[in-house]
Every structure is written in structure tokens, then in C-alpha cells.
């Protein structure tokens, strides 16, 4: 019996250091999960017999169980890099069309702009639309915007932020008094002391500029707003809106009127505005909102704080970045920034149930449950470091001492059968 006790030790401390062996062979596999061994005894039993001495029959692999444990995080600088700071998994749909699961982040773009694997499985994800909402409530292989560029949008609405000098002079100026008491002359402020302007695009992407200027006017605490210098083409008698101010400097009007928030213009065709040459052909006035809600006439300088819209002209994809949340941002190279796409985490009751098929890659079984998917920062969801990898969670200095621990163990197993063998070996050459 004491033969197979010792061969039972050879075989499983032989076991144990095949899994030392692939720890140590993985210390530097992205999102590689350390293994251990786990040894049971066996003992011999029958019914009825009370085990008091019964030295039992040996040993053997109980489970390898693998640790899931949070690995270190490095930096890569890759923008597709993203590693998972908490719990959960990448879900995959491997090459045979199967699911799979990773911690591996380390990504990459096809041809087509599918995000893969270094196995060539696809990450899944929600897809979504420009502000990042889930457009589905399915899961699908996530495919960037790579072959084609961001279509041009036309401008809808304007916001201006800026503060008109209560000091400023009236307009128009005055006239010098003879007096007495004599009184200078005050000259005219040209129109574009007060002014500033920003381009609008058309439905094709075609820039037009939109000037603004505002002159002081005769009626206290009210400025009236004007498109163009040209007094040909926009006589300075006709505003196309004055902007009162109450004596706190806070604007009071005009007020918001549908469609157009404060003041509206109009791009070719309008009665306010005729400024883009290239788009004389254009039959379709494009009325564009003026909201200037926010505008204030303190006794400060004229000073612009904000001057923004909303259109712009096409441009072509130059860079993917990843969120926290998991939210893929493509920007492009007219400087527009949208969301193309939002990576989704997966969870089970029991990892350990969760069987390797390599390439850093988990299937499901029954044995870890149904999987979970949510998005990163959800609950019990970690959330994603983008530009970095999670690091193999083995400690090296341990699997080492494991090791030697392990080649003892296969020793001295070796050891008994050496000693049993000369037991026998005496009962043989009895005389």
C-alpha cells in the first residue's frame, strides 16, 4: 500500500508544480489570474469499521482554483488600452461564434473598424448615439466610424455671453454747446467699437460669418444690434433688434419667441442677413436662434466671455478615446467630438466556475452561473482605466517559494518509496 501513498504524492506535488510552472510562465500575461493547487487526502473506509487507525491511502488534486484578485495597473498610452479597476469582464463573441470573457484590454481596430482582440474575438458593447445614449438595450460587436467621415450639420443656434460698458457714449454722438457753460463735441462711435462675429454653416458645411455689433442708443439703457458695417446694405437706421437693460445691468429684452430664442437671423433669403456669398443659390432661408439671455451692461470694458455654435462643416475621424464609463468618444478633425459606442462589463455569482480556453479568455459554465452585464460603475462594477492594462495578479516571490516548497514535497514522496523498497527488500532476503 505504501507504493501507491508515495507514487499518490509524486503525482500530485508533480501537478503542483505544473501550475507554479504556468503562474510563473504568465508573471507578465495582461489580466492573467494566478492558479493554485488544492490537495485532498484519500482514505481507505468500510461500513462499520470505526477509522482510528487507518493511515489513509495518499493524496490528490482536489481543484486548481484560479484567484481573482485585482492585478496592478500600468499606463500604456494606447488610447484603445482600457483596464478594469473593480470587478467584471470584457464580453467577447470569440471566433467560432461563441461568448467569451476577458480582462484583457488590450485592443485593437480591423480594417472595418471592428474592436478586437489580439485573438481576433470582437468586444461587445451598447451601441449608441452622439451624446452617448444606448440606442439598443442589446449587446452587439462594437464597430467605430473608421471608413467614413462625420457629415456636415447646419447651424440652428447661436449663444453670445458678453457685457456692454454702461459708461459708453451714445452712438451717434453730440454736438458741441457754445455755452455758457461751453460743452464739447462728442464724435460719433464707430460701429465697430462694440462688435464681434463667428462663422455659421449651411446645411453643406459651407462657412458663413456672422457679424454683430451694437451701438448705444439714444433711449436710456438700451444698445441696438446690427449684422454689418455696410450702411448700403443695412442701413444704420434699421437694427435688426434692440437689447434693453434694466438699471441693474441685467438684460430685460427682447424676450424668447418661438422658434428663434431672443433675436432670429436669416442666411440667404432673410430680410436680417445676406453674408455667404458661395451660397447665393440656396432657396431655403436657414433661420438660425440668437439667444443672448446672458448678455449684461455693467460699467466694464466691452468684453466677449462666450460666442459658441452649434453647426458645423464634415470632417474625418482622428482620434478614439475611452471613457471611465466606458463611452468610446471618436473626435474629428473639424473638432467635433461624439460618442460611437459604449463598452459593457459582465459578472457571475461564482468566478471560479468560469472555465480558461487561453488567449487570457473565460467561457461560461454552470457551474459560475448566468452572466450579468451592465455598464462600468454600475454597482458592484468597476469602472475603466483608460490607456492602461491590468497587470497578471502573480506574485512572483511566492510562486518561487511555492516552488521549492513543491520540490521538497516531490522529494521526499520519492523518499518513501525509496524506504519502502528496502522494507521489502529485507522481507525478500529473509533466510
Known amino acids: 500500500m505504501a507504493f501507491q501513498t508515495g507514487l499518490s504524492g509524486l503525482n500530485a506535488s508533480s501537478r503542483s508544480l505544473d501550475v507554479i510552472g504556468n503562474n510563473i510562465a504568465n508573471a507578465n500575461t495582461t489580466g492573467m489570474k494566478a492558479s493554485r493547487t488544492e490537495f485532498g487526502d484519500m482514505v481507505a473506509g468500510s461500513l462499520n469499521v470505526v477509522q482510528t487507525t487507518n493511515p489513509g491511502i495518499g493524496v490528490y488534486v482536489a481543484a486548481v482554483s484560479q484567484q481573482f484578485s485585482q492585478g496592478g495597473i500600468s499606463t500604456t498610452g494606447n488610447n484603445l488600452d482600457a483596464a478594469i479597476n473593480g470587478s467584471g469582464f470584457f464580453q467577447l463573441t470569440l471566433p467560432d461564434g461563441t461568448t467569451g470573457y476577458t480582462r484583457d484590454g488590450s485592443f485593437k481596430l480591423d480594417k472595418d473598424g471592428f474592436i478586437k482582440t489580439n485573438s481576433g474575438a470582437n468586444v461587445m458593447g451598447y451601441p449608441t448615439d452622439k451624446t452617448g445614449k444606448p440606442s439598443s438595450a442589446t449587446v452587439q460587436n462594437l464597430q467605430m466610424p473608421t471608413n467614413k467621415p462625420i457629415a456636415a450639420s447646419a447651424t440652428t443656434a447661436i449663444t453670445a455671453e458678453f457685457n456692454l460698458d ?36 449651411d446645411a453643406a458645411g459651407v462657412a458663413s460669418p456672422v457679424n454683430l455689433y451694437f451701438e448705444k442708443s439714444a433711449t436710456a439703457n438700451t444698445w441696438n444690434v446690427f449684422t454689418s458695417l455696410d450702411t448700403t446694405a443695412q442701413p444704420s437706421t434699421t437694427p435688426v433688434a434692440t437689447l434693453t437693460f434694466d438699471a441693474a445691468g441685467k438684460i430685460t429684452g427682447p424676450t424668447a419667441t418661438a422658434p428663434a430664442t431672443g433675436i432670429g437671423i436669416t442666411l440667404k433669403g432673410g430680410s436680417i442677413a445676406s453674408l455667404n456669398p458661395n451660397a447665393s443659390a440656396k432657396t431655403i432661408p436657414q433661420d438660425i436662434a440668437l439667444d443672448m439671455s446672458t448678455v449684461t451692461q455693467f460699467g466694464t470694458s466691452f468684453a466677449v466671455t462666450n460666442l459658441t455654435q452649434d453647426g458645423y462643416t464634415s470632417g474625418e475621424l482622428t482620434n478614439l478615446s475611452i471613457g471611465e464609463n466606458g463611452i468610446i468618444t471618436a473626435r474629428y478633425s473639424n473638432g467635433q467630438t461624439q460618442a460611437t459606442g459604449q463598452l459593457t462589463l459582465t459578472d457571475f455569482r461564482n468566478v471560479q466556475g468560469l472555465t480558461p480556453v487561453g488567449s487570457n479568455t473565460w467561457v461560461a459554465t454552470f457551474a459560475s452561473g448566468q452572466p450579468v452585464v451592465d455598464k462600468p460603475g454600475n454597482g458592484k462594477f468597476g469602472i475603466l482605466r483608460a490607456g492602461a492594462l491590468e497587470d497578471s495578479n502573480v506574485d512572483l516571490t511566492a510562486e518561487l517559494v511555492n516552488m521549492m516548497t513543491a520540490q521538497r514535497a516531490y522529494q521526499a514522496n520519492a523518499q518513501t518509496i525509496k524506504t519502502q523498497d528496502q522494507v521489502m527488500s529485507t522481507l525478500v532476503n529473509l533466510r
Not at 179 to 194: D, H
Open 166 to 201: 454702461a459708461r459708453a457714449q451714445l452712438a451717434a454722438g453730440a454736438v458741441a454747446v457754445v455755452g455758457p457753460p461751453a460743452v464739447a463735441a462728442i464724435p460719433a462711435t464707430p460701429r465697430s467699437t462694440y462688435g464681434t462675429s463667428l462663422n455659421v454653416y
